[in-house]
């Protein structure tokens, strides 16, 4: 038992269960992501973002955080080309996008 490393996995929990805790009760609606990953897959979704667009947990992990799954007929494509660029040079960006919900 002296080889385990455990430490070295309690940080990382800690850390995204103290954002979760702290935002859940805020009400706000956020996914987390996996910025190692292609294609940037969701790792975490809020119980305000299921709220909000209509797709349970279950549906929404794994997906990509582009979150091209709620781009609709309306969602502008300028807005759809600056998010495809923010991810690909890993910029820091603000954007306002219309998503739809999963009944739509």
Do not use: W
Not at 97 to 102: E, N
């Amino acid at each position: 038992m002296s080889g385990l490393r455990r430490g070295l996995l309690a940080p990382q929990n800690t850390f995204l269960e103290t954002v979760i805790r702290k935002t859940n009760t805020q009400g706000c609606g956020f996914v987390v992501a996996n910025a190692r990953i292609i294609d940037v897959p969701i790792i975490y979704s809020s119980s305000h973002f299921t709220k909000l667009t209509g797709f349970n947990r279950s549906e929404v992990m794994q997906k990509s955080a582009k979150c091209t799954y709620l781009y609709g007929d309306l969602t502008s494509k300028e807005t759809i080309l600056s998010i495809e660029e923010i991810f690909t040079n890993q910029k820091d960006d603000q954007v306002e996008i219309l998503f739809y919900k999963k009944n739509r």
